[in-house]
């Protein structure tokens, strides 16, 4: 069973930023693609952003597009979505999930197929 354990969250002000790691409970890293959904109250949340398992592709919501950016740090067996210009509309709780090898940040950031693994999440809350 492998545990992704989230952090980085908290209380930020309009326009702040914050970076969100998400380390899983043993080194395979690079045998998962890993993605970040939010959930923000009364939504059925989205795909915030998606990292293949080689790091060669990323995806991006439309609503965080130019503002965040995704990474890998195999070394430090650690992803990072870095975001920027926050909004009151980025507040929501982020949850990191990780899926096979093979696949694509399309089916899981878009398609939104089912994870194999589930972090317990981290809150954001931006303020105006």
């Known amino acids: 069973q492998l545990q992704l354990v989230e952090s980085g969250g908290g209380l930020v002000q309009l326009g702040g930023s914050l970076r969100l790691p998400c380390t899983p409970s043993r080194s395979t890293l690079e045998y998962f693609a890993i993605g970040w959904f939010r959930q923000p109250p009364g939504t059925e949340g989205e795909g915030v952003s998606c990292i293949s398992a080689t790091a060669g592709s990323t995806y991006y919501a439309d609503s965080v597009k130019g503002r965040s950016t995704i990474s890998k740090d195999n070394a430090k067996n650690t992803v990072y979505l870095q975001m920027n210009s926050l909004k009151p509309e980025d507040t929501a709780v982020y949850y990191c999930?990780?899926?096979?090898?093979?696949?694509?940040?399309?089916?899981?950031?878009?398609?939104?197929?089912?994870?194999?693994?589930w972090g317990q999440g981290t809150q954001v809350a931006v303020s105006a």
């Open positions: 999930a990780a899926n096979h090898f093979q696949t694509t940040v399309q089916d899981m950031c878009v398609t939104r197929i089912r994870p194999d693994y």
